[in-house]
């Protein structure tokens, strides 16, 4: 359906490079009727990178949104959103020394093999400039999500052997903690150990990776789509696209591989307000890929940075050995996670819009 | 575009529930002139289950897969091809008794929730059974791989704390070993060990998680789309949509948090053939989303099965408390992840051709 | 999206050939809870032939069309629906005698040059068996329209010369006397000279065109989506996709091209229930793409049948001159519109079924 | 997939409104490689205005395309392309007076049914404005064609009662008798009957409808996609999502009803490159919906212009009767079919080139 697009009925297509004029998404069927706000668009991209942080390097402008089309007198239309931000910095020139370069854990080699081309720009599609795209889209999902009380909340789980310990009275206390954190990490134990982690990382020039979880609370029951369309399958499906990531897991993830059947297995219990819910949510919130009403729990493994301010041995695109050496003047992230934050709030916001307008399309027949 | 297909251009749909009358699939966007051979996805099929193997449950007759379209006179015409497989043993008079039971870790309550009626017959569509239907639609797609020499090949990575040691010559000698296990583990020792695990887990009437590990070889470059179909978000996408799993990773997906940048990037080198490879392979075979040409690794995590021999307590659909027990004839296994070795394989498989197809598409102009 | 599917939510997967063993139809996306009874579609496939017509070819057993999946219990829950259609007369050795001939009208021509193969079986997939799938799908989509009070009537409205006039009462008597024709006109005086047509054309071994009319009432205002899935622009995919068809026209269609402005444009008026309605519907029920409430009217194009008693000159596939004469128990139909009726109808129910779904997905925000 | 899409794997997404801040279109799924230059874009745009045509109104500024993405150093990259058209003339203050009203023939009414707001600047997405999208994308899409030697040309045929003769030695003379016409109306005499009736209109201030007849040149046998994306079929949905149109015809299309099959059949013979062709092309150049290599012909039926220079009769929004007047300044076409010209030919470039590539994806097994 078009590698660059994502969603079924409420469906986003991105475009733009890193170094281009611009990069922007179109979104195709927005329900009408919902209250858009320019300037709430810009806030949410805002967020893509804490306050005052030296974790998350940035383009020295803020990135401004505008929208195009699809909203009139404030409200959406029905009509396909474009929003278009364009690119304040797109000086590639310190890019020339290296254009002739194999970057390593870079895709300027892959898209070498698939297209015959070479855009030695930054990143094109590869970078994760382009995920300013979907957290713009998901600014405009959430209005649907709002609409059921759902809440997402992301934020930085693990860096190196560091474990946040997550606790929060509300959902609401959980996203605020998270963004007062310099790396978006609620836990303020933990968040200062692996601040000194990510210093003496900047100070080696090197980058770390790290998790990021998710939590979605106040699902309602009933969505997602047996059997390929599975609520984990499309999650991991959109989280495997933002770049840098490697893992995904929902529930107990990984740790299933060691718990016995008896342990695992989500008792159904009356609640207070005598509504099913399970004693235990091992299951992380779905059964057989359709929502239990539990909240939706997944982790996302970010990888380190590829850049670093270290030389290394690469290849030139005629095969001869060579050393490469970043620019001076180039952006740096100790932590990419951190900045995927609030990409994978965005997709998690992006799959649950979707999901919500397929279950409407079916249901009550 | 339905949740009961899966593929862009070498597209499945896949229907039929566990205890009606037949499970079926069919194949679009299938090339003309593949050699098929139904005996071939019979063989296919039966691998599901290793040979004289007490750890996993099997119907009494073996599956027999019948093709009724598609294939003219050996080989395939262009024709959608499809493929069903009656179920021989659709008996679900012994579900009975727990027909009105809620049952913890299984699809039914969500599945009265998203539609509003309750298939008590076994699982329906979220059972395992499913996926026959992805291994036959994989037996037609290896054709298309084997045009380009790709070979994929998974086992049991790990089952509770053992994890095996991998080791090969060949991934001929992958395959060789791995089906001569009765559990499809490839390492002796490490199958040992897990055996015993599974031993007891069997005497306790429980059952066990796993991590499946796959591993695709002489894949070509190239292959893979970006942004949003990613080869490894269409693998996690697949994967993810396989009953009783919890988590996708590529190559040191949830290790990559711990790991620093100068330590996990590949760097590029020139093989023995003056061909272009990465010295180390922690990406696990992509870059971007797209084929470098080294080996795709990546693991799925299998949960716990969640019948198990114990009593549970649980809810009726009308919310009253009651005990669970399962009709004396269910079939359990101790282990699902060795069932679902031959269906991770598939959707790899599936992921790939389909991957292959969309490449031949764009290529050469 | 596979070339073998049709619809968005509401999405049918058809597959089978004339002569193999069995054709069958997969829909997914179908509510559950709809009232099921396979009598039901059994009988709208003999509907497919009018009774006791000597107008109309057909196979000496009736089709038998079996629900393999997607209902339980007389409702459907959600599931694909799979149904398939064995093929009792699937003897194909008639056509040994010209398996090596390029026939003039048949498609056994463009599927070699697409696929390398040739299927020298009767049609394959370009027979208009294939259209027996369709309207046992929408068998099923009729549940939803009934919901809704949507009537779909379709039926001869110009053969040869001679077009019918059309009057009735209501939607249900049109289609009464619609099936009371041997020949689905509704028109008895335009009836009569279209078989005396039809009789002289069955005496000269040949065939003939037609036009079908179909109407849609009660539609609800608002279906269809713009800009490339306009209502019109769906049933146009659907009819054309018929084999045998050779237009689309919509409202007053190819007429309009000699007329003006200010006699097309329909008028809103309020009707006795004070609904918005227009003064005429030269339009045929859309605007924009999206229904206006007012009946949907369309005609579609019926080629004369391909296959006619006479001797043709013809290749050979190796491109030597043949002379092509049918065998002698072939069947031949003098006019394939009347058996096009039905399948009108059966797409037109299946674009109104999907317009219906994909409009309640983003309804009321 | 989007409604505002269109393609498989050329795949177009166009936005904007005809009195927002810009138009655009993203095309997905373009092979890398190809040579564009923004200029040729632009040229293609201002042909669908003949040049010094009195026949068509248009913007005083012409349309200004600018390429933000897909396009580096003068070629495709594989990236998705986004061209944008600002509008630059988008005062929208003369429709203040009727804001209100329902206008006849116009979508404003059904919008209003299906999403509950009112857009009253313009037509929104309804417009032929979006069209502009269109030739913009075919632009592009016409270098794949280019690969092949495929020639598509459109031209008027008819015009009320007049119907135009057409005669060429090549398709590139066609083409160029066409683009003299300052109606795109390739045979002399007939143009000039034509344009004595569009003076009348003019005068009266009415409009009236036309058939554009296109036909494509050199078409490579085996596209197009058995069942529901026969080349017909997608050639269909594609013309009637254009504004204005009422009926698709391929061959003898609506003729079709009066022929017998013996004159009707095209015979297969060879032709003086021992290449197969047929005798006739009654079919208009495909066979169960693949083409047969031979001219694909079709005509596209315009309905006049909804708005004309008289007052009429509607309904407020509020269901009150009201006289609807336009704006003195309001853009009069009086055969909105002219410039339906270019468009009908991009919409016949769009569905090639994604056929040209679907086979691809499938050929050489």
């Not at 989280?239 to 107990?252: H, N």
Request: hydrophobic residues 35%.
């Amino acid at each position: 359906m078009g590698s660059n697009s994502f969603g079924e009925i409420f469906k986003i297509t991105t475009w733009g490079e890193s170094h281009g004029k611009a990069l922007g998404v179109v979104i195709d069927g927005c329900p009408a009727g919902l209250l858009i706000d320019e300037e709430e668009i810009n806030q949410d991209l805002s967020k893509r990178r804490p306050s005052q942080s030296k974790f998350v390097t940035g383009r020295n402008e803020p990135d401004k949104a505008e929208i195009l089309s699809g909203v009139f007198e404030g409200k959406t239309t029905g009509a396909p959103i474009c929003i278009i931000i364009y690119n304040q910095d797109q000086d590639s020139s310190s890019y020339e020394p290296i254009k002739h370069l194999l970057r390593p854990g870079h895709a300027n080699f892959t898209y070498l093999e698939k297209y015959g081309t070479f855009d030695y720009r930054g990143g094109g599609r590869a970078s994760a400039r382009e995920t300013v795209c979907r957290v713009a889209a998901a600014s405009i999902a959430k209005k649907i999500l709002k609409n059921y009380g759902i809440e997402v909340v992301a934020y930085i789980k693990k860096i190196g052997e560091v474990e946040a310990k997550i606790s929060f009275a509300t959902p609401q206390e959980l996203r605020k903690k998270t963004l007062q954190s310099a790396i978006f990490c609620p836990d303020e134990k933990g968040q200062n150990k692996m601040i000194k982690i990510l210093e003496d990382i900047i100070e080696e020039g090197d980058s770390i990776g790290a998790v990021v979880e998710c939590q979605i609370f106040s699902v309602p029951t009933g969505l997602g789509d047996p059997v390929y369309q599975k609520l984990e399958a499309k999650l991991a499906n959109g989280i495997l696209s933002i770049p840098g990531t490697k893992g995904f897991e929902i529930g107990e993830g990984f740790s299933s591989a060691m718990m016995k059947g008896s342990e695992y297995d989500d008792l159904f219990i009356l609640n207070d307000q005598n509504k099913v819910v399970t004693k235990t949510n091992h299951a992380g919130g779905t059964l057989g890929g359709i929502s239990t009403g539990m909240p939706i729990i997944f982790n996302t493994a970010f990888k380190p940075a590829s850049s670093i301010k270290k030389t290394l041995e690469t290849l030139s695109i005629d095969h001869k050995k060579q050393r490469l050496e970043l620019p001076k003047n180039s952006r740096h992230d100790p932590c990419i996670a951190i900045r995927g934050v609030s990409v994978v709030e965005a997709m998690a916001v992006l799959v649950l819009a979707d999901a919500i307008l397929l279950q409407k399309a079916i249901k009550h027949f």
